[in-house]
Structure formats: structure tokens, C-alpha cells
Nanobody, 124 residues
């Protein structure tokens, strides 16, 4: 079994920055693609950014509305993925959740896992 834990959310003024972390715990052999999602009140969950496995070159992908402002990165030695958020806007306010495809050992298995989310609030 694998558990994902997000941290780093909080309250920030428009134009400010926050750095989110997603740490994975368990019998982890490797972590493949990781995505950061967000969900605002009354809206559907949407993909913000993703990053492929380190063996695939850690290729990144971003939603158009965060390009140039957000950066996703990973540190596999720490089983952690980050989301650096700069130039934040009030419309970025949402619960941010991490999703990861993880290869485990003993038992060997591949599955997707979700964290519980961390609140990001941007004031105007």
C-alpha cells in the first residue's frame, strides 16, 4: 500500500508564491507519472501539471492557465514531487491534490494513488 501526503498550502496575497510538496510512503520501487490537480468550490477537478518518471526524462506538462507561473519538479531520492506556484491569482484558489502511479514491491503491483489535498487560498 502507498500513501501520498500533500503539504505547503496556505493563505497568500495575489502576486505571491507558494510551494507545495507531495511525499509518497510505502514499499515503493519507483514512481511513474505524477500529477497535481485542483478543485475549487462548485467546480470539477482539473489537471494543473504533470511530470513523467525520471527514466522517461521527467517531461512536464502544464495547463494553459498556469504556464509561465507554476513549475512541477521531482526528487525521487525523497519520493517527493513539488509544485512551485508564483504570481498567484485569486482564481488559483482551490484544494490541490497529488496523484501518482507507483510501482510497489512485496507485493509487486502498479496502481494510482491520491492524496487528501491541501488548501490554497489567494486573496485579492
Amino acid at each position: 500500500q502507498v500513501q501520498l501526503l500533500e503539504s505547503g498550502g496556505g493563505l497568500v496575497q495575489a502576486g505571491g508564491s507558494l510551494s507545495l510538496s507531495c511525499a509518497a510512503f510505502g514499499n515503493i520501487f519507483s514512481i511513474n507519472t505524477v500529477g497535481w490537480y485542483r478543485q475549487a468550490p462548485g467546480k470539477q477537478r482539473e489537471l494543473v501539471a504533470s511530470i513523467t518518471s525520471i527514466t522517461s526524462g521527467s517531461s512536464t506538462n502544464y495547463a494553459d492557465y498556469v504556464k509561465g507561473r507554476f513549475t512541477i519538479s521531482r526528487d525521487d531520492a525523497k519520493n517527493t514531487v513539488y509544485l512551485q506556484m508564483n504570481s498567484l491569482k485569486p482564481e488559483d484558489t482551490a484544494v490541490y491534490t497529488c496523484n501518482a502511479e507507483v510501482v510497489t514491491i512485496n507485493p509487486t503491483y502498479i496502481a494510482d494513488y491520491w492524496g487528501q489535498g491541501t488548501q490554497v487560498t489567494v486573496s485579492s
